[in-house]
């Protein structure tokens, strides 16, 4: 079982920046690969980022790519989202998400309670 709380979230105008990072509560932590979704209102969800369990590994989703960067501490039990060059499509409630094996594949098992982000134009 992982619990996963989000901060970071907010109000930022286009081409600015946020960080989001997320506190995970879980005894293995590591095993898990570790990723963000992102839903708005009338779209459907999409994962933009992930990190592997094992090799650390990442995947972004081409919308974001080059603009997030996801990084993991399996010391400290936290996954960050640095978000850059942000846009208004970028504007969406995000959750940090947990597999529930050491790969990115599919839907995540475990969810945060999510942050919203909102990119003014």
């Known amino acids: 079982q992982e619990y996963l709380v989000e901060l970071g979230g907010g109000l930022v105008q286009a081409g600015g920046s946020l960080r989001l990072s997320c506190a995970a509560s879980?005894?293995?932590?590591?095993?898990?690969?570790m990723g963000w979704l992102r839903q708005a209102p009338g779209q459907e969800r999409e994962v933009v980022a992930g990190t592997s369990g094992n090799d650390g590994g990442t995947y972004y989703s081409d919308s974001v790519k080059g603009r997030l960067a996801i990084a993991r501490d399996n010391a400290k039990n936290t996954v960050l989202l640095q978000m850059s060059s942000l846009r208004p499509e970028d504007t969406a409630l995000y959750y940090c998400?947990?597999?529930?094996?050491?790969?990115?594949?599919?839907?995540?098992?475990?969810w945060g309670q999510g942050t919203q982000v909102t990119v003014s134009s």
């Open positions: 998400t947990a597999y529930l094996t050491g790969v990115v594949a599919g839907w995540p098992l475990y």
């Open positions: 879980g005894r293995a932590f590591s095993r898990h690969a």
